[in-house]
């Protein structure tokens, strides 16, 4: 059979396919190669530094600043615990009416002369029943020397409040502590102690012509703590006078209690470690029992040196781990962050109880 023109036949579906489309084939094609560029694993050496470079500027932005959030807990922090003892003075006053002795104890009424001054215990000793220490107070056998054998474990128990968290030393505890024989004057080694970073301001001293002795106390003008009088053609001890606050005529807010002399027993020059304990020359740096929070020392490690300003030396002056300058507790109880650039006379009217030179701190 055959079909006319008008009969049905098969579809011819090359005619109806449309004809490629240059510009879509051109896009579909430019699609695929991106869907390609976007699905490559792995990146850059050029992105990897730049992603490194801007770690490194964050990290360089963040570290100084988490170094003085830091910094700034721990000045925090001490300023408190100069805030608590000079508060504990206070009251010991109020238990006992007069502010803790810088020579406390039982077994003798007063130092003898200057080498009892380095065994009896010390006025952190005297006020740690207002320190809410009365645990560790009632272990210290007042009626023997702080030096005594028999308290060593006292000695040793650190006591957070007498220590300022940015004090960083070689030696974390004082490594040798001696005591004198009272019958033949024999030094003999006893043990250690623990560190105190802080320390009473007993007064400033004043050069005079001739030099004095350690006996002669006329070149100090003492500050809140009493003082001691000596013979000084013996050097032995005559009295020591207890101190009240009253005592302090130039104002409680115009003369320091207590202030960081931190670092000891390492000897500390402008923020550098000029003498570790064991000392190569004992006759320039101190005596290292000064830097333990339960024993006693001499008068002249308590006073300033009327030319020395603050972090200069841990020896005489007010001495700190903090920059640019030291905290004080007044005593008035409040605590004041004094500046390394402060004024000597300004620094030295401060260290005085009633020499008439009051100043204002700002």
């Not at 059979?1 to 579906?13: A, R, V």
């Amino acid at each position: 059979m055959h079909s006319d023109d008008h009969g049905s036949e098969s579809p011819d579906f090359n005619r109806m396919t449309p004809a490629p489309n240059p510009g879509l084939t051109w896009i579909l094609s430019s699609a695929m190669v991106s869907v390609m560029t976007r699905q490559r694993l792995g990146i850059t050496l050029i992105e990897t530094l730049v992603v490194l470079a801007i770690l490194g500027i964050l990290l360089a932005m963040l570290v100084p600043a988490v170094q003085h959030a830091r910094e700034s807990a721990r000045r925090s922090t001490c300023q408190n615990n100069l805030r608590q003892m000079a508060v504990a003075v206070q009251n010991h006053e109020l238990a006992h009416t007069s502010i803790p002795s810088l020579y406390y104890g039982s077994f003798l009424k007063q130092p003898r002369h200057a080498l009892d001054e380095f065994r009896f215990h010390s006025w952190r000793t005297a006020m740690l029943p207002q320190l809410e220490q009365n645990g560790l107070y009632g272990k210290i056998d007042l009626f023997l020397p702080a030096t005594d054998i028999s308290n060593q474990p006292n000695l040793n128990t650190a006591v957070a409040v007498f220590v300022c968290p940015s004090t960083s030393v070689q030696n974390k505890i004082v490594p040798e502590i001696f005591d004198v024989n009272l019958l033949t004057n024999v030094i003999r080694k006893v043990g250690t102690a623990a560190r105190s970073d802080y320390e009473a301001i007993a007064g400033v001293s004043f050069p005079m012509n001739p030099p004095v002795g350690s006996a002669d106390l006329r070149g100090i003008k003492f500050g809140a703590w009493g003082e001691p009088t000596y013979d000084t053609r013996t050097n032995l001890s005559i009295s020591y006078r207890s101190a009240r606050l009253g005592d302090i005529t130039d104002g409680l807010s115009n003369t320091i209690l207590i202030g960081e002399r931190a670092g000891r027993p390492d000897w500390y020059r402008r923020g550098k470690p000029t003498d570790p304990y064991p000392y190569a020359n004992p006759q320039e740096g101190m005596n290292p029992q000064q830097a333990a929070w339960g024993i006693s020392t001499h008068i002249w490690w308590l006073v300033f040196h009327h030319n020395q300003n603050i972090n200069e030396d841990n020896a005489h002056s007010l001495y700190s781990f903090h920059t640019t300058g030291a905290n004080v507790a007044l005593a008035d109880c409040s605590v004041r962050f004094l500046s390394d650039s402060i004024d000597q006379d300004t620094l030295n009217a401060l260290a005085t109880r009633s020499a008439g030179d009051v100043v204002t701190l700002d």
